[in-house]
């Protein structure tokens, strides 16, 4: 298995967001009188106008997205790195690497520029494709702009539409259990329980062999 680029996930990867996402969609949900575990179930690795049209398709997902992304805001600071992000990222020693998220490009930049995370040259967001997860275009464009082939890129994804995509584009996957279980992410070739592993996952494979 030659991998020559890595490609992650950023909420429940690298950002530990998972308690912040909670609450914005709990209260979303609560002034919209929709069920909260129904919509909290359908959150993960997906751009949240695809969520809203999917919970409460009466409503319009960018006015919407608009008062999700205010609640968002409001949560900025209670969002710090997940443990081993910063020693993971700094260890890749010039290896080629991106980041592709579902996020917004102002929120995921203000977060790393906020808690000191690296930020790659190579940065896909949810808008800059038509179909997002769990379609395999995100992963394909990260690919295609680092000059790599999808099947030498390794992804570091903690939820299974981001696997799923993943999967799709042909690229060797990974399932981070920080928010999700085993079994969720059954479609990855391995998973691991924390950063630490897929340091060692990509030593291993010489990635980022010198360390930090």
Same mark, same amino acid.
């Given at each position: 298995?030659?991998?020559? #680029?890595?490609?992650?996930?950023?909420?429940?990867?690298?950002?530990?967001?998972?308690? #912040?996402?909670?609450?914005?969609?709990?209260?979303?949900?609560?002034?919209? &009188? +929709?069920?909260?575990?129904?919509?909290?179930?359908?959150?993960?690795?997906?751009?949240?106008?695809?969520?809203?049209?999917?919970? $409460?398709?009466?409503?319009?997902?960018?006015?919407?997205?608009?008062? +999700?992304?205010?609640? !968002?805001?409001?949560?900025?600071?209670?969002?710090?790195?997940?443990?081993?992000?910063?020693? +993971?990222?700094?260890?890749?020693?010039?290896?080629?690497?991106?980041?592709?998220?579902?996020?917004?490009? =102002?929120?995921?930049? #203000?977060?790393?520029?906020?808690?000191? !995370?690296?930020?790659?040259?190579?940065?896909?967001?949810?808008? =800059?494709?038509?179909?997002?997860?769990?379609?395999?275009?995100?992963?394909?464009?990260?690919?295609?702009?680092?000059?790599?082939?999808?099947?030498?890129?390794?992804?570091?994804?903690?939820?299974?539409?981001?696997?799923?995509? $993943?999967?799709?584009?042909?690229?060797?996957?990974?399932?981070?259990?920080?928010?999700?279980?085993?079994?969720?992410? #059954?479609?990855?070739?391995?998973?691991?329980?924390? !950063?630490?592993?897929?340091?060692?996952?990509?030593?291993?494979? &010489?990635? &980022?062999?010198?360390?930090?």
């Amino acid at each position: 298995m030659k991998i020559s #680029a890595v490609l992650f996930d950023v909420d429940g990867v690298l950002l530990d967001s998972a308690g #912040a996402h909670r609450r914005v969609w709990d209260a979303w949900s609560a002034a919209r &009188g +929709l069920d909260p575990e129904k919509v909290w179930e359908l959150t993960f690795g997906r751009r949240p106008e695809d969520t809203v049209r999917d919970v $409460a398709a009466h409503l319009d997902p960018a006015t919407e997205r608009k008062t +999700l992304d205010r609640l !968002l805001a409001e949560e900025m600071g209670s969002i710090q790195p997940i443990e081993g992000a910063a020693d +993971l990222l700094n260890s890749l020693s010039g290896a080629p690497w991106a980041i592709v998220t579902s996020g917004a490009r =102002d929120f995921v930049e #203000a977060r790393f520029a906020a808690t000191g !995370l690296p930020l790659p040259a190579v940065r896909v967001y949810a808008s =800059d494709v038509r179909h997002a997860k769990p379609a395999p275009d995100c992963f394909t464009l990260a690919a295609s702009r680092l000059g790599v082939p999808a099947s030498e890129c390794l992804v570091v994804e903690d939820a299974p539409a981001g696997i799923q995509a $993943a999967v799709a584009a042909g690229c060797i996957a990974v399932g981070l259990t920080t928010t999700h279980t085993e079994d969720a992410l #059954a479609q990855a070739r391995v998973c691991v329980a924390s !950063l630490a592993d897929v340091r060692s996952l990509l030593t291993a494979y &010489g990635v &980022g062999a010198g360390g930090s």
